[in-house]
């Protein structure tokens, strides 16, 4: 079977003014087929403003796109079990590109275990539901200002375009075009922040090195610039802009962590939702010196043990991971993952083997947000009504899935951890994949699961299946599926009014 998705632009391979981290490895293959050379026909080159690959997307998109795109949020779209096309894109004569998934990604992606087709799809769905957004962004900018701004993003893209699409495909970025175009389609509320986009178009112009002028107001006596970091004026009121600016203004720059491949960001204002947004984890304020150090240290740590049990695994998050933002004091979560900032994880500072496996946990979700924004695993609603042994409330049919599935590769790495000797692993492998086994025949139960949805499912159990091969010595395993059912008969007390979700 094949599952049909649309299709993506091509990562950037990003070059830095500083020094920025590459988002992969030198040696990475190209991904997927580039969108604008599929928006031409062959041969053809772009027209006078056309020079983005978002700006010719934008061009042959409709209005009725545009509104699914608005009324989704996520870039969501419904259609059959054997999946959905991102709305947008554009191939020849003004169609649709799409992806083709086949049953082989899907249980490869399923299993949780990195492959190069998974992995590519999740970077291409990424970019495509990104330059959705920016198309919808400035489709619904008014005045000539952001005409301006995507001028001066275009002459960036035509002398260096790896590093205008690092900036564009940034997660921070993510955010801050969700919110606005959110805010650009409401009224009632405050203002879209549409000098964020100059922002964008003057970090794009630094790191590709063409002469510019351009004047921002900076926010608070500082001007973050997407990528770079801050710029400190000394005085107050609008700031003129050149290319020499960064050399000769003060800077804040982003902090890179060592590996050189992402970025620590505790500076940009869109690197977690707004403040007027409820959510339960918030970004830490800007770190010390000393700060930076001991995260320097924590993830040094963490990307050792990571490359010694699961290189692959390493690899992966090397891949998929941009940036890393830490978490606010007081906060009881270990990491969280925002769909709107794709190739960032909000984590706390912790010791290395605790980082680690909250890198390996959290990069599953992003990966599964990725193929939910373009496949229809399930059609169930939000209410909170089934058990996860890792938490104490009940989750919807989404929070199941994720749960399980992120704590599918935990399980995972944890017992290869515990091959290498790891102290504790076989314990906490062991109680891992116990609270997975007993929630796959819940989640294969549903059904609001698509065909899709349950292939899928089906995949996550096959990979559980195959941790019989390697099993934890002793009775561990025996004993933390006791002490599950312990768990699992106290919160049926708890919650009597859902225990018939429990059972399968």
Do not use: N
Not at 59 to 74: N, P, S, T
Not at 254 to 273: E, S
């Amino acid at each position: 079977m094949t599952h049909h998705t649309r299709s993506a632009d091509a990562e950037p391979r990003s070059r830095a003014v500083p020094a920025i981290p590459d988002p992969r490895p030198a040696d990475s293959p190209p991904d997927g087929v580039p969108l604008p050379e599929q928006a031409l026909p062959e041969g053809a080159a772009p027209s006078p403003g056309q020079g983005l690959p978002w700006a010719r997307v934008r061009a042959q998109g409709g209005a009725e796109d545009r509104a699914r795109a608005v009324d989704r949020g996520q870039g969501r779209g419904q259609g059959r079990d054997q999946g959905v096309a991102l709305e947008g894109g554009a191939e020849p004569g003004g169609g649709l590109v799409r992806f083709a998934v086949s049953s082989h990604t899907l249980r490869a992606l399923a299993s949780t275990e990195p492959s190069a087709e998974g992995t590519r799809l999740v970077r291409d769905v990424r970019r495509s539901k990104r330059l959705l957004l920016l198309r919808a962004v400035l489709d619904a900018a008014p005045g000539a200002e952001a005409a301006e701004r995507w001028a001066l993003l275009e002459e960036a893209e035509r002398q260096d375009p790896e590093a205008v699409r690092d900036v564009l495909h940034y997660p921070a970025t993510g955010v801050w075009a969700e919110e606005t175009l959110r805010r650009l389609h409401a009224p009632q509320g405050p203002p879209p922040d549409l000098a964020h986009l100059g922002a964008l178009a003057v970090a794009a112009a630094l790191r590709a090195g063409i002469g510019f002028k351009a004047t921002l107001r900076p926010v608070g006596g500082r001007l973050a610039l997407p990528t770079l970091g801050l710029l400190r004026p000394d005085r107050p009121g609008p700031l003129a802009l050149t290319e020499r600016s960064w050399d000769s203004c003060a800077t804040l720059p982003l902090h890179a962590l060592p590996g050189g491949r992402t970025a620590l960001d505790d500076l940009d204002p869109y690197r977690a939702p707004p403040a007027a947004h409820p959510a339960p984890v918030r970004p830490a304020r800007r770190l010390t010196p000393k700060g930076h150090k001991r995260w320097d240290t924590q993830w040094s740590g963490a990307l050792t043990l990571l490359e010694r049990y699961d290189s692959a695994r390493a690899d992966e998050i090397g891949r998929l991971l941009r940036t890393v933002v830490p978490l606010g004091g007081g906060t009881r979560s270990s990491g969280a993952t925002l769909p709107a900032a794709a190739g960032s994880v909000l984590a706390r500072a912790q010791a290395p083997p605790a980082l680690a496996a909250t890198l390996v946990h959290e990069v599953q979700h992003g990966k599964l947000a990725a193929l939910a924004d373009v496949l229809t695993l399930h059609t169930a609603d939000r209410t909170p009504r089934l058990w996860a042994p890792w938490r104490s409330d009940p989750r919807p049919l989404e929070g199941l899935l994720h749960g399980a599935y992120a704590h599918l590769a935990l399980a995972g790495y944890w017992q290869r951890a515990a091959l290498y000797g790891a102290r504790g692993a076989w314990a906490q492998h062991a109680r891992v994949r116990a609270q997975v086994a007993a929630v796959l025949p819940v989640l294969r139960a549903q059904p609001q699961l698509t065909v899709t949805g349950r292939e899928f499912v089906d995949g996550m159990a096959a990979a559980e299946r195959t941790m019989d091969e390697l099993p934890p010595p002793g009775d561990q395993h025996a004993t933390a599926r006791r002490a599950l059912e312990r768990e699992r008969r106290a919160w049926c007390e708890a919650h009597p009014e859902l225990a018939a979700f429990v059972q399968v």
